[in-house]
């Protein structure tokens, strides 16, 4: 007997996962944009745990439902691997069937040289995943090379959005739609 996904259940169980496993508080770490920070959202301590994935798949394929134009995700290696194989492969069985891809940081030195990896069609929609938005640098160098494919993205989503100021201009020019946001992690 399968029982009914529950999207409210679903995300108090991946908030539970990042309080435990993903969010440290009171530090002192240098962030991907170059930032330093008190605080810290690993999001690849919660996509690389199978409960954690699974839920993160299954949310981002409820909040995709909106946007039915989109046919393949995908974003910045690391962050977005496990994140688009999984929204991909649990897609086939909700019916949604959207392909994965996966952008390089930089081109391939040898073979066809591409960037990205997984077929994107030129006019194709495509949703941007990141694991966790801070300014928004990674997912905009996603967004550059899928454009430069020919594809378009849509929207951005991500596991956690820091709500940092930063990522202002970012928003203003890109729809993003987190699956929880710093207030919420912190919220007890």
Do not use: C
Request: aromatic share 4%; glycine share 8%; net charge positive.
């Amino acid at each position: 007997m399968t029982t009914q996904f529950d999207p409210a259940a679903a995300k108090r169980r991946l908030l539970q996962l990042i309080r435990e496993r993903a969010y440290k508080d009171g530090i002192d770490i240098v962030l991907a944009s170059g930032k330093r920070s008190n605080f810290y959202i690993n999001g690849k301590k919660v996509s690389l745990h199978p409960e954690g994935l699974w839920l993160i798949a299954k949310l981002l394929l409820e909040k995709l439902k909106a946007h039915p134009e989109v046919t393949a995700v995908g974003g910045l290696t690391i962050g977005a691997d496990p994140l688009a194989s999984a929204v991909a492969a649990l897609s086939f069985e909700t019916g949604q069937n959207l392909h994965a891809f996966l952008v390089r940081k930089e081109a391939k030195g040898h073979g066809t040289g591409s960037r990205i990896e997984g077929d994107l069609a030129k006019g194709q929609k495509v949703a941007i995943l990141e694991d966790t938005v801070t300014t928004g640098g990674s997912a905009q160098k996603a967004i550059e090379a899928v454009r430069e494919a020919g594809a378009e993205p849509v929207v951005v989503m991500a596991i956690a959005d820091r709500e940092d100021p930063d990522a202002d201009a970012f928003r203003k020019q890109w729809r993003i739609e987190s699956l929880v946001t710093l207030s919420e992690i912190r919220s007890r």
